[in-house]
């Protein structure tokens, strides 16, 4: 299609799905209302298991197996990157330039890096009883590591990344987490239920397997977030382009963009 | 407006398409795939609203508290984690095939046709 | 009855894969190719026979824990977190005959695959030093853990009874489907085609979570049962719920490939391996058509939902549209693969039709079509890969004739043709006369489009095979732009392994007619063999097809299976059943099942559907279409365009194409 049709295929289509979506709208219930029965329940639920953390309580014990799904598609994520970015035939390894770091940019990023982490951490460990989890503290820490890379240079955090420690720690992670679920449903009463003791509210240890589940997930999400930096900074940092460079849409060799 | 949230929700899937639709880049198409998951976002949360409510955290707050929606923000973190990982899987493809084809322009893509 | 009662296995059933992806990611690099496959389809085959345990369970009467004593649904509540006074916080996997039916579907089709890949799919071995490679060992590991990851998600997808637990599985697919298909990098179109399916899909998840959002907002509640019975109790249907309809529909149609929404499928499935087409067609397009069937009975189909006059409409309208677009391009392809495609577009349209009709016997017939064309499909995509393989092509009239030397291969192939006729006793034949019976009493024309669509489908499959392995009428013209058309090697197909590596998938030729105008290129693109093409057939790739092809006409024959669809198609089209199962464990006493079998009109029919494609073969194995159908055609083969901006824009008249069908009796006319 042209340009142009498709263009306006498009707003036919889309402003009768706009109005009809602003009709429907207007049976929503208003913003703010009052009347959340699931959520009440939740809520009730959480503190029945003593997690502080009522949204990790959902997540991790009551519907923990869309975290399982969740946690999958990521693993699947990252699996099917690496496998898509990988280096083809003809292409070609070269060692990555040192970069110029300023020292203030330096030393910032070098003071930073336990700190970050230590964030990462301490954000995945009180997944149960803060705000926070295994996902959101298993990005910190994935991205704490890569200020080695903003703060020196690629080579250094080559050496703190031995991609396939990081590939394991990822299957892990997964496997821990469909683990606890398998083995809760052969001994005990159904898959992923909450069978450890529930400690006290607010305290670390509480919400029984909520914090494993936090720590199989975290640990997954970090190492599975390095992995797929990994695999894109190699393409842009250490994979050449094959000799006589891409190929244009009709096959002639392409100038590279300046 | 106590439809505004909802409204603003609809808006951003709209726009998010229609710049699917009108992309002259397929990096920028991956971008306007990802707004397009943000207006789920937006939905979620505004349906879990609740006014005068905090947070769904009880490390501070007594247990009696109002709170908004835990569930919707569970669904929601379930849905970044999902946008994240299909934009990441979605790039490395466009990565791909800037290499196979010299480019990224849609219009310039004639390989499957028919 | 064993200790372990069924339902406890349902979540096991997408827990092991999960297991052995996790496994296989790790331990498959450092294994030899066979030992990894071989952990592969052992997790495999235990999750199968966790699902065929379930389904004999289930025949035998047994429930679960959670489901009374004889009921006919297994409920397994995870995490113990039964609903209690309120309706639970909890997500239910719940197995009713047809979805633990589509479990075992997914189980044994995924086998299938592994064995057919067994000595068909070689990945290049990583050079050392590349991120995450222990020595050259490459990476063997990543495709069979990504297709258990397949089946996990699958399985999911059929048990849960959760709706958000159900768009989690549906993104999963998405992504392990995306991966699959982009698997082979070194070539330009696969790429390509795994970012188009990959847009298109993530869309309508995105449509399918704001309708889910909207529910949500409605009733308070996310679980199958749970929805239906809030919008039984909330009064009538209004804008509302016919917006989420429209957009929970929507987004299932995207994945079953309903039109506008199939633009993906021709070309996902042109480029992705041949082990992941089976899959692709086989089930996960079938499993979209089940998530928008199961959540109109569960959720939409009581008094405050969509009433059943603009569902049938829906359903029926987009059914046909897409059966019938399926068949006519269908007809017009060369490359192999993507008429098999178009296929199973067409098919797909008269899965909905059959289900659209909203009948209990309309719903077994078209389970037992599922069934018996996931064995077809799969066993004609595994011969095309045979030909890829051997010849380095797909493309019809490149291959004329050559495939002479596969008697057996040919036989499959053309014995799969006559099955998507309607061939009886094979089991498409069975389910297809119920479903048309079914449909044909509710409109008596659509008889004729089963008849006709079958016909249409089966007959190019015929006419491509009747070409390729036995040479029947004159070769096919070469037209004056393939013939002027160069050869250029491809950088990214060169491997390293030659000698060794004769089972690397080849790019196939561009299957297009220069015919047409100013539209298409003009193929001319060739990648010349790189190891040596096959020499000898493994037995493996030649087992499976047989074996599929078995299957089918076994489904056909045993009379047990179509008993048990009729109970399957009576349990899953009704409202009640399913909540007071799930919600109270109250078991199902129904009206009795339909009486599911073959009748004499039923076997007139699909002997007069293949007697027609048959005919369509031989007429069309004399000379290319007359010029005026040609022109007739064009428009529509203009449409697939390649383009992702197309496609949405595509997706976006689909989904007013649905609230358009939906509204009259929804909100209009009330």
């Not at chain 1, 995945?124 to 910190?140: D, E, L, S």
């Not at chain 1, 992995?227 to 849409?249: H, K, M, N, W, Y």
């Not at chain 3, 768009?167 to 697919?173: D, I």
Request: hydrophobic share 50%; glycine share 14%.
């Amino acid at each position: 299609m042209t340009r142009r049709g498709r263009l306006r295929l498009f707003l036919l289509a889309a402003l009768v799905l706009a109005a009809g979506y602003a009709v429907a709208c207007l049976d929503l219930p208003p913003f703010g209302g009052d009347r959340h029965p699931y959520g009440d329940r939740a809520v009730h639920a959480a503190l029945a298991r003593r997690t502080a953390n009522a949204v990790a309580s959902v997540n991790f014990d009551q519907r923990a197996m869309d975290t399982l799904g969740e946690e999958t598609i990521l693993f699947a994520a990252v699996l099917g990157a690496v496998v898509l970015l990988r280096r083809t035939a003809g292409e070609a390894r070269t060692e990555p330039e040192p970069a110029r770091v300023s020292a203030g940019v330096r030393r910032l990023g070098l003071a930073l890096l336990p700190v970050a982490l230590l964030v990462g951490l301490y954000v995945v460990a009180h997944g149960n009883v803060t705000p926070g989890g295994g996902f959101q503290g298993g990005v910190v820490v994935a991205t704490a590591l890569h200020l080695l890379y903003v703060a020196a240079d690629y080579r250094a955090l080559e050496r703190i990344r031995p991609v396939s420690r990081y590939e394991l720690g990822d299957a892990a992670g997964e496997f821990a987490y469909t683990m606890t679920g398998v083995c809760t449903a052969l001994a005990g009463p159904a898959f992923l239920a909450n069978v450890l003791p529930l400690g006290t509210f607010r305290a670390l240890a509480s919400a029984g397997t909520v914090v494993l589940l936090n720590a199989a997930v975290g640990m997954e999400v970090a190492c599975g977030v390095v992995v797929l930096l990994a695999t894109f900074l190699d393409q842009a940092v250490e994979i050449a382009d094959a000799p006589g460079g891409p190929r244009s849409a009709d096959g002639a060799p392409e100038e590279e963009p300046t | 407006m106590s439809v505004l949230p909802y409204l603003v929700a609809g808006w951003i899937f709209l726009v998010g398409l229609y710049g699917l639709v009108t992309s002259r880049d397929l990096i920028h198409a991956v971008g306007c795939l990802a707004v397009t998951q943000s207006s789920t976002y937006v939905l979620l949360l505004a349906v879990g609203y609740r006014r005068g409510g905090t947070a769904p955290v009880f490390a501070d707050a007594p247990a009696g508290a109002r709170v908004v929606d835990p569930v919707v923000q569970a669904l929601t973190l379930t849905d970044i984690v999902v946008g994240a990982t299909v934009t990441a899987l979605l790039l490395a493809l466009v990565v791909q095939l800037r290499k196979r084809h010299g480019t990224v322009d849609p219009d310039r893509l004639s390989e499957l046709r028919g | 009855m064993s200790a372990f009662p069924a339902a406890s296995a349902l979540p096991l059933v997408v827990a092991v894969p999960l297991l052995g992806a996790a496994v296989l990611a790790v331990a498959g690099r450092r294994l030899p190719r066979v030992a990894a496959d071989a952990v592969a389809v052992a997790f495999a085959g235990t999750a199968a026979a966790g699902a065929l345990l379930a389904a004999a369970g289930w025949a035998r009467g047994a429930g679960g824990a959670g489901g009374a004593r004889g009921s006919a649904y297994a409920v397994q509540w995870l995490g113990g977190w039964r609903p209690g006074r309120g309706g639970g916080t909890g997500i239910a996997f719940v197995g009713d005959p047809l979805s633990l039916g589509l479990a075992a579907l997914v189980s044994l089709l995924v086998i299938a695959v592994l064995a057919y890949s067994w000595r068909y799919f070689e990945e290049p071995p990583l050079p050392p030093g590349s991120p995450g490679t222990a020595g050259a060992a490459g990476r063997s590991g990543a495709f069979p853990a990504l297709v258990l990851l397949f089946q996990a998600s699958m399985s999911g997808f059929c048990l849960t009874g959760d709706l958000f637990d159900a768009f989690v599985f549906f993104e999963l697919m998405g992504v392990v489907a995306y991966a699959l298909t982009g698997l082979r990098v070194e070539e330009p179109r696969p790429v390509h085609g795994a970012l188009a399916f990959g847009v298109v899909n993530s869309l309508g998840g995105y449509a399918l979570l704001l309708g889910i959002g909207l529910l949500y907002a409605r009733t308070g509640e996310l679980g199958l049962a749970q929805l239906g019975r809030r919008l039984d109790h909330g009064g009538g249907p209004d804008a509302l719920v016919l917006a989420a309809f429209v957009l929970v529909t929507a987004g299932l149609l995207v994945k079953a490939a309903a039109v506008p929404f199939h633009f993906w499928l021709p070309d996902a499935h042109a480029v992705a391996p041949t082990p992941v087409c089976l899959l692709l067609s086989g089930v996960m397009v079938e499993l979209g058509a089940y998530g928008a069937f199961r959540v109109y009975w569960t959720v939409f189909a009581g008094s405050g939902g969509v009433p059943p006059e603009a569902a049938t409409r829906t359903f029926l309208t987009v059914g046909v549209l897409t059966a019938l677009l399926g068949a006519v391009m269908c007809w017009r392809q060369r490359h192999l693969k993507r008429l098999l495609a178009f296929s199973t577009v067409a098919h797909g349209g008269l899965f909905a039709v059959g289900a659209g009709v909203l009948s209990a016997d309309g719903t077994a017939g078209t389970a037992l079509y599922v069934l018996a064309h996931a064995g077809v499909k799969a066993a004609l995509f595994a011969c095309t890969g045979i030909l890829l393989d051997r010849y380095a092509s797909v493309d019809e009239h490149r291959l004329y004739g050559r495939a002479r030397e596969l008697p057996l291969v040919g036989g499959m192939f053309l014995l799969g043709g006559l099955a998507l006729c309607g061939l009886p006793p094979f089991g498409t034949s069975l389910g297809k006369a119920i479903a048309e019976e079914a449909a044909g009493r509710q409109l008596p024309w659509l008889t004729g489009v089963f008849v006709l669509v079958s016909a249409l489908t089966g007959g190019a499959v015929l006419r491509a095979g009747l070409r390729v392995f036995a040479g029947v009428g004159p070769r096919p013209r070469a037209t004056a732009a393939e013939t002027a058309g160069t050869e250029r090697t491809h950088t990214g197909a060169r491997n390293r392994d030659r000698g060794t590596d004769r089972h690397r998938e080849r790019d196939p030729d561009r299957g297009r007619d220069g015919v047409d105008g100013g539209a298409e290129r003009t193929p001319g693109d060739e990648v010349p063999e790189t190891g040596g093409p096959l020499r000898r057939i493994p037995a493996t790739m030649l087992l499976v097809p047989a074996a599929l092809l078995a299957a089918a006409l076994a489904v056909g024959l045993v009379p047990q299976l179509a008993a048990a669809a009729g109970r399957a198609g009576r349990l899953f089209a009704a409202h009640g059943p399913y909540a007071a199962a799930v919600l109270d464990g109250r078991a199902a006493h129904g009206s009795s099942p339909p009486a599911v079998g073959w009748t004499g009109t039923g076997a007139a029919l699909g002997l007069a559907s293949t007697a027609l494609g048959a005919g369509l073969a031989l007429l069309a194995v004399r000379g290319p279409l007359p010029e005026a159908l040609d022109r007739v055609l064009g428009p529509l083969r203009r449409l697939q365009s390649g383009h992702i901006g197309d496609y949405v824009a595509w997706t976006t008249a689909g989904l007013a194409l649905l609230a358009a069908l939906a509204a009259p009796g929804t909100v209009l006319g009330r």
